[in-house]
């Protein structure tokens, strides 16, 4: 049985550090709060032939492990056979203790042949490892095994020769293969006397039964560390061979001429002397094409909450004539989620290609409020093209009435072409991301661009009952991808071109394109699509489904500290949860939206750390009241936009880029390390000092998708690392992403998603939710964009604005001061009216949204033998009728007609009611 890889995130590097092109996946997430999969291994025979094992791991100990699993692919990793326990590796007992036996598979391109080396370990119950000897023998020894490639397993398990005395012996780390076929295999050891542990790597060749050792090198010891040296990994690289090696204190660097005798070992170090900053964990060699890094865990000003700051991993480029590492280099390649990620292996795949494989070791219990979820990270590196080859394939269309999912190889690629014919029969309406609605055209030329920051590679073809007639998704979500549609009028088809880069910051790996042509509805075949995407789900807060105020229609940057205290205890008295702190708070002009000010409106943004001491004289106070009051405090921010009048703007160079200023800003690059590593900083400490509990993170759709100059991996690497960075201090926090941005790719990344801006409109609002829902699904908190209306408006059109918001979390931008008290009374009427019927429905219902004549028919949300329907046509209103017979119905009515509900009962227009309807 194959189970698809779960595809959590591409990473890829920045500019500096292009020479190495990586993807990775997040296999068999999920874990019971007992055991948890633990210390993973990995092997390929470089032709696309890998196993991967894993243990188990009683939360309630420490280093408590039993048994192990193992899984098999054939298709370069790609694909993974279902885990299964291997039946040699249960538990024995010996000597009255029992043994738990763990090994890494290995494959010997010389022999052609696999096998396995490990450990042994003795348990006097289960609370931690024995660790004296029993009976005079050492309680901790080395293990080798057979493995069967076939059967994907290992047996056979007996112990391997260690030509030096003592108590406990642990083949560990990389290893290297000779050219006759012998291994040089790295160990660390407690001598039979002494306390402290010391590593040597040893000789072995193949014998009749089989490793057996020919050569001991000489122990690397240093007494001056508590424990000892542990943990090496060996490489030979240029001609010489490397120890990387563990101590309580640093990680250490020895060197050798024979793989042997190693010189004294020195810490781990940057260029300039520098400590990397490890400590207490491993580290081991990546190889990738004629360079060589290292990856390794180290302190970082957001990871103190993980467990000896074993997470992220890093990765970063060794300097063998200066025997350092290049911190202009580094990268992470495996995401911090709050669980520690110290325990991982590299081993070697195709020629020039590298494997990591780590797991999410979920100790102490508690870790995965950040988002870990006992994930085992598969990560594999290689060199990038850097002759950026570009691929063109062209694909046959399905049968009509069928569906395919085609997977497209890149080949180390940075550039895919796809072709393929659309019939044109039975179309008369069509739909892509950027559109609130379907066009009601046979669109001659459209182009759909997407990236990760922005939208999503989909575009539907259907008829004027909704009916899907073909659609094409490509699941490269993560780079930037162009669609193409034209019509050829003499073969009657439109031609679909699909072009998917990812530029210079890596190659592309394996994605599929889907061919739908069912007679489904063409919403139906974008859920059957989304869903096959198998992105990771976000962990949604309570909060993330309550009410919210935000004071930007209301005031825009004409804000100061009391207004914002008067305005919150009258939003919180009306029954709202948060309160968002739009823009205008980080700097001391005070003004408001017009024509004029629009033209240099953000030219003092670019400063997150602190608010304006001219509207805000007494932050800390101001909080206090705040936090007083029983709202979430969250703020705007935008960390693209560099204001012309801000420190940054002259500081960063945007001065002398020569980009024309719109609106007063300039857009900085999600590769300019340096800048964008300020920004996190600050908002970094914004959250921290300022005591915050989320922010609006704002415009990141503006790095426009461009198939011609990518930076969609540039852009979500980026965002990534920042959301893990502000979760790091707030794992509940509340983070709020706009419409452009909120797509399948960005579920796991924020806790909540807003409509696009509609000031004075609750129709268009409608269509935002709308939009959001049939792209993300459900479960997801969707919010309206502030509700805003005229002075002017009609008392039906106010209560439309409220209706139209119940599609999402409601959201207000009113000035609450001065609001008449027959308005207030309606605000209090609505957000009630969502917290008693609707809110339920938000975080549990199932909705269809109903598409017509080129608007919304109808939405209409399912939970249990409940339904709720939002009404935006009345001719709609007869075809839900059956679906809400006999079930307890929340209808409401957006329509301008008074509603037959039956049995005389009537809904006015702009109004609602619970009932049940026979």
């Given at each position: 049985m194959k189970t698809l890889a779960f595809v959590a995130a591409l990473a890829v590097s920045c500019a500096s550090w292009a020479e190495v092109a990586f993807d990775r996946t997040a296999l068999w997430p999920g874990f019971d709060g007992k055991w948890c999969k633990i210390q993973p291994s990995v092997a390929t025979d470089g032709k696309g032939v890998g196993l991967m094992t894993y243990q188990h791991l009683l939360l309630s100990g420490i280093d408590v492990f039993s048994g192990q699993h193992i899984s098999k692919t054939t298709d370069g990793g790609r694909t993974w056979s279902a885990p299964v326990l291997i039946p040699d590796s249960k538990d024995v007992v010996e000597r009255g203790l029992r043994v738990a036996r763990y090994v890494n598979v290995h494959y010997s391109a010389f022999h052609g042949k696999w096998y396995a080396t490990g450990i042994a370990s003795m348990y006097d119950g289960d609370a931690r490892p024995f660790q004296k000897y029993v009976d005079g023998k050492p309680y901790g020894y080395s293990v080798q095994g057979d493995v069967d490639i076939t059967s994907g397993m290992v047996s056979n398990f007996r112990p391997l020769p260690f030509p030096f005395e003592y108590q406990n012996a642990v083949r560990f780390g990389q290893m290297v293969e000779c050219d006759n076929g012998d291994v040089l295999l790295p160990f660390y050891f407690k001598p039979a006397s002494g306390d402290k542990y010391a590593a040597v790597v040893v000789r072995y060749h193949f014998g009749k039964d089989g490793l057996e050792p020919v050569a001991a090198g000489t122990p690397v010891a240093d007494e001056s560390h508590a424990r000892g040296i542990c943990e090496p990994s060996l490489v030979t690289f240029r001609g010489k061979y490397y120890l990387t090696l563990r101590t309580d204190e640093c990680g250490l660097l020895a060197e050798s001429d024979d793989g042997l005798v190693f010189g004294k070992p020195i810490p781990w170090a940057w260029a300039d002397g520098t400590p990397i900053g490890n400590a207490n964990t491993q580290q081991h060699w990546v190889p990738v094409g004629d360079r060589l890094y290292l990856a390794y865990t180290r302190v970082t000003p957001t990871n103190g909450h993980v467990f000896r700051n074993r997470a992220p991993i890093f990765l970063a480029e060794f300097d063998p004539a200066k025997r350092c590492l290049l911190r202009e280099t580094e990268q992470a390649i495996v995401p911090e989620r709050g669980a520690r990620l110290g325990n991982f292996v590299v081993a070697p795949a195709a020629p020039g290609e590298s494997w990591l494989v780590t797991a999410e070791w979920m100790q102490p219990l508690g870790c995965e409020k950040y988002g870990s979820d006992n994930s085992i990270w598969l990560v594999r590196m290689r060199p990038r093209n850097v002759a950026a080859d570009k691929r063109d394939l062209r694909l046959e269309a399905p049968a009509a009435g069928s569906r395919k999912i085609e997977t497209i190889d890149?080949?180390?690629?940075?550039?895919?072409?796809?072709?393929?014919?659309?019939?044109?029969?039975?179309?008369?309406?069509?739909?892509?991301?950027?559109?609130?609605?379907?066009?009601?055209?046979?669109?001659?030329?459209?182009?759909?661009?997407?990236?990760?920051?922005?939208?999503?590679?989909?575009?539907?073809?259907?008829?004027?009952?909704?009916?899907?007639?073909?659609?094409?998704?490509?699941?490269?979500?993560?780079?930037?991808?162009?669609?193409?549609?034209?019509?050829?009028?003499?073969?009657?088809?439109?031609?679909?071109?699909?072009?998917?880069?990812?530029?210079?910051?890596?190659?592309?790996?394996?994605?599929?394109?889907?061919?739908?042509?069912?007679?489904?509805?063409?919403?139906?075949?974008?859920?059957?699509?989304?869903?096959?995407?198998?992105?990771?789900?976000?962990?949604?807060?309570?909060?993330?489904?309550?009410?919210?105020?935000?004071?930007?229609?209301?005031?825009?940057?004409?804000?100061?500290?009391?207004?914002?205290?008067?305005?919150?205890?009258?939003?919180?008295?009306?029954?709202?949860?948060?309160?968002?702190?739009?823009?205008?708070?980080?700097?001391?002009?005070?003004?408001?939206?017009?024509?004029?000010?629009?033209?240099?409106?953000?030219?003092?943004?670019?400063?997150?750390?602190?608010?304006?001491?001219?509207?805000?004289?007494?932050?800390?106070?101001?909080?206090?009241?705040?936090?007083?009051?029983?709202?979430?405090?969250?703020?705007?921010?935008?960390?693209?936009?560099?204001?012309?009048?801000?420190?940054?703007?002259?500081?960063?160079?945007?001065?002398?880029?020569?980009?024309?200023?719109?609106?007063?800003?300039?857009?900085?690059?999600?590769?300019?390390?340096?800048?964008?590593?300020?920004?996190?900083?600050?908002?970094?400490?914004?959250?921290?000092?300022?005591?915050?509990?989320?922010?609006?993170?704002?415009?990141?759709?503006?790095?426009?998708?461009?198939?011609?100059?990518?930076?969609?991996?540039?852009?979500?690497?980026?965002?990534?690392?920042?959301?893990?960075?502000?979760?790091?201090?707030?794992?509940?926090?509340?983070?709020?992403?706009?419409?452009?941005?909120?797509?399948?790719?960005?579920?796991?990344?924020?806790?909540?998603?807003?409509?696009?801006?509609?000031?004075?409109?609750?129709?268009?609002?409608?269509?935002?939710?709308?939009?959001?829902?049939?792209?993300?699904?459900?479960?997801?908190?969707?919010?309206?964009?502030?509700?805003?209306?005229?002075?002017?408006?009609?008392?039906?059109?106010?209560?439309?604005?409220?209706?139209?918001?119940?599609?999402?979390?409601?959201?207000?931008?009113?000035?609450?001061?001065?609001?008449?008290?027959?308005?207030?009374?309606?605000?209090?009427?609505?957000?009630?009216?969502?917290?008693?019927?609707?809110?339920?429905?938000?975080?549990?219902?199932?909705?269809?949204?109903?598409?017509?004549?080129?608007?919304?028919?109808?939405?209409?949300?399912?939970?249990?033998?409940?339904?709720?329907?939002?009404?935006?046509?009345?001719?709609?209103?007869?075809?839900?009728?059956?679906?809400?017979?006999?079930?307890?119905?929340?209808?409401?009515?957006?329509?301008?007609?008074?509603?037959?509900?039956?049995?005389?009962?009537?809904?006015?227009?702009?109004?609602?009611?619970?009932?049940?309807?026979?």
């Open positions: 890149p080949k180390g690629a940075d550039r895919v072409v796809v072709h393929v014919d659309v019939p044109a029969c039975d179309v008369q309406e069509m739909w892509m991301p950027s559109w609130l609605v379907p066009r009601q055209e046979r669109k001659w030329w459209l182009s759909a661009e997407s990236a990760p920051q922005l939208d999503m590679p989909y575009v539907a073809y259907f008829n004027v009952t909704g009916r899907n007639a073909f659609s094409i998704g490509s699941a490269s979500l993560e780079w930037d991808t162009k669609i193409d549609s034209k019509i050829n009028q003499e073969k009657g088809v439109w031609e679909v071109t699909i072009t998917v880069a990812a530029g210079p910051e890596g190659t592309l790996r394996p994605f599929d394109v889907t061919l739908d042509r069912r007679a489904v509805g063409w919403t139906d075949a974008l859920d059957d699509w989304r869903k096959s995407l198998a992105y990771p789900k976000g962990i949604y807060p309570d909060g993330a489904w309550k009410p919210v105020y935000c004071s930007w229609y209301a005031r825009h940057a004409a804000i100061e500290q009391a207004w914002v205290e008067r305005t919150a205890a009258i939003a919180s008295d009306l029954g709202f949860k948060t309160f968002i702190l739009d823009d205008g708070w980080s700097y001391d002009e005070a003004k408001r939206v017009n024509p004029e000010t629009i033209k240099t409106w953000y030219r003092d943004t670019g400063r997150w750390d602190a608010f304006s001491q001219v509207k805000f004289p007494d932050f800390k106070a101001h909080r206090k009241r705040m936090r007083a009051l029983g709202l979430n405090y969250v703020v705007w921010v935008s960390p693209y936009f560099v204001g012309t009048r801000s420190e940054a703007y002259a500081k960063y160079g945007f001065d002398k880029k020569g980009d024309k200023p719109f609106e007063g800003n300039v857009l900085a690059d999600p590769a300019d390390r340096a800048f964008m590593d300020s920004v996190d900083d600050q908002l970094v400490r914004l959250m921290k000092e300022s005591d915050l509990d989320g922010l609006k993170i704002d415009f990141l759709d503006y790095i426009p998708p461009s198939v011609e100059k990518p930076r969609g991996a540039a852009s979500l690497a980026y965002v990534e690392g920042l959301m893990a960075k502000l979760r790091a201090v707030k794992p509940d926090g509340l983070f709020e992403f706009r419409s452009g941005y909120a797509t399948p790719i960005t579920a796991h990344l924020a806790t909540q998603f807003r409509a696009g801006d509609v000031p004075f409109e609750w129709l268009p609002n409608l269509l935002g939710i709308a939009q959001i829902r049939v792209t993300m699904g459900d479960g997801v908190p969707i919010h309206s964009d502030p509700i805003f209306w005229a002075a002017t408006e009609t008392p039906d059109n106010v209560n439309r604005h409220f209706l139209a918001a119940m599609a999402g979390v409601p959201m207000l931008s009113m000035d609450l001061e001065k609001l008449s008290e027959n308005e207030r009374a309606v605000v209090r009427r609505w957000i009630d009216f969502y917290a008693a019927h609707v809110e339920k429905f938000q975080r549990k219902g199932h909705w269809r949204v109903a598409y017509r004549n080129g608007g919304i028919s109808h939405l209409l949300a399912a939970l249990g033998d409940e339904r709720l329907a939002i009404v935006n046509d009345a001719d709609a209103f007869g075809r839900i009728l059956p679906e809400l017979k006999g079930r307890k119905s929340v209808v409401l009515n957006l329509t301008y007609e008074t509603l037959d509900l039956g049995g005389g009962l009537k809904l006015a227009p702009a109004d609602a009611m619970t009932i049940v309807l026979k």
